[in-house]
């Protein structure tokens, strides 16, 4: 039973690290109705300028975690000029497929860039474990889980308090009403993207510093990650984001817990499979999918 | 012919399979993002059946392509109700479930004192038949290109034919279609089971050249790439997703002095077809322009 409940938080902890990818995907998404695969990859970018800048300068956290974002965001608008500004309206599935091939190419970038492959990253802290009763904490999980909190907290106070949250939210609701109240669209877009690629390149310094390593496998890893938990949740939705990088959390700790970490990757797979059968729209998301099929079921 | 040349025509060839199987499901207006899963079934179930259960290579290799095409008719089922971007992810999480699954797969017998048979994440070794047999490289690089011609006719027939046109025409639109009396759910699960086949076939034989397959070849990259060989080449004929191999293969990956820089230059120009001609360059009207003219010289 200690081992069940240690597992769960041991999941919530990893699944914080979801739940902030999951958090700039779904934004997207949310906005443009796109899905942005070289969102991981734009990522790993960042944090390989992050590492450029801890090497070259032994720079402190705080210098190679803005120049993390600072790259993963210069990246970010070049995907989003290349494959989805230039792509024409409503065509989500041409950008979904354009971003992937750029996910090669940023790949193949950072491989001819940096050859080692494996490079250091400055460790978020060196503190040791605390422990409370029976279980046991790694404090820069307990870093990322706040940080995870306070992104979400100032992302809602950005949606829902400020002018420029209630243009977003006027396009992601409906894009042809927001033009017709004066509202430019593809400002609004860019601006959106460039908050998501900043929130994933401090997603991404976070995680790269907890494993004190960064490898060009980094942004495979977070795309698929965050796509999940995103999927888990419902496309588009905040709240489901969170909930869903928590499951994929929780679910995985107590997976590598019974199974071994052989199944671990299979497992969120299938389980990405099974909401994608059974609930298309995942636990908070509209249901498009949904809608569409009795649209056709009525003809 | 040298080594060299026979081996670049051969892969061209193994690969076109899979590039074709992937533009049949374009035309119904569907994006997977996992025939690798099928190509990857067929070169495990080929393998074993020459390797392990002493089969000859045609009845394994029918075997490989039946397996794979029941697969993918069973996948279909599931998931061809949901639909664009959520049927991507879907067939996205199958192949890599499938690639995780033969990471732990192992089943081996003991042949002439050795052990033979998959090993998990070490891969499928001496799957010697072709070389047992004594097939030289130019006889096995006519045997796929005879097989990629079978194929070919077998696609330009079905241009011909009704079900051609039901498939173009789904993939126009689906709700047109299904208001004409048509079971777009069934004729799309028909064009994912055929897909398969095709893969299946492409993946036979490629384990019989190689003699080895690992999980790892066929990872996401083999399924974005299969995927744009018939955006680049074009949705308009069969010698669409051809064209696209011959361009990724046999002069990106083959020439020494880009083979460094592939994939940006491959991923860009997937991007940026996406942007100006985002049904490749052999689309429709370019197919109906030559068509006319080629009319015309004839009259």
Known sequence: MIDFVQNCFDGVMLGSSYALLAIGFTLIFGVMRRLNLSYGPSIMLGAFVGTLVFLEFRAGGLAVAAATVVGAVLVGIYVERLCFWAIRQGAAVASMVSSFAIWMQLEEVVTIAFPDRTYPFPPLTRTEPMDFGPFFFKVENLIMFACAVALTLGLHLLLYRTRFGLRIRAVAENPDAARYMGINIAAVTFLAFACASAIGGIAGYLIVAQDGQITPLFGLWATFKGLIAMMLGGMGSIPGAILGGLLLGVVEAQNIWYLGTEYRDLCAYALLFVFLVFRPGGMFGHTLAERERLALRRV | ?299
């Open chain 2, 1 to 299: 012919m040298d080594d060299h040349l026979v081996g670049v025509l051969s892969n061209i060839g193994m690969i076109s399979f899979i590039a074709l199987s992937a533009y049949l499901l374009l035309i119904v207006g569907e994006i997977s993002f996992g025939q690798q899963a099928f190509f990857a079934i067929s070169a495990y179930a080929s393998g074993i059946a020459t390797a392990m259960w002493g089969w000859d290579f045609w009845p394994g290799l029918a075997w490989g392509a039946a397996v794979a095409a029941a697969a993918a008719v069973l996948v279909g089922i599931p998931t061809l109700r949901i639909r664009g971007l959520y049927f991507s992810i879907a067939t996205l999480a199958f192949a890599e479930m499938v690639r995780l699954v033969f990471e732990v797969f192992k089943y081996q017998v003991e042949i002439d004192g050795e052990m033979v048979g998959p090993d998990g994440s070490d891969g499928f070794r001496d799957i010697r038949y072709i070389f047992e047999n004594d097939i030289t490289a130019v006889e096995y690089m006519l045997m796929i290109y005879g097989l990629l011609a079978a194929v070919l006719c077998a696609f330009f027939l079905l241009e011909r034919s009704r079900l051609g046109s039901i498939f173009r025409m789904i993939g126009q639109d689906p709700v047109l279609a299904q208001m004409q009396g048509i079971d777009v759910t069934a004729y799309k699960i028909l064009a994912l089971g055929m897909a398969g086949l095709v893969a299946g076939i492409g993946g036979g034989l490629y384990a019989h050249l190689t003699t080895f397959v690992e999980p790892k070849i066929f990872n996401v990259m083999l399924g974005v790439h299969s995927l744009a060989y018939g955006l680049i080449g074009g949705l308009g004929t069969a010698f669409g997703p051809l064209i696209g191999v011959a361009i990724d293969i046999g002069f990106l990956e083959s020439i020494r002095a880009i083979s460094g820089y592939r994939m940006i230059a491959f991923g860009g120009l997937v991007a940026v077809l996406l942007i100006f001609r985002p049904r490749g360059l052999l689309d429709e009207a370019a197919v109906n322009w030559i068509r006319l003219r080629l009319r015309r010289r004839h009259a």
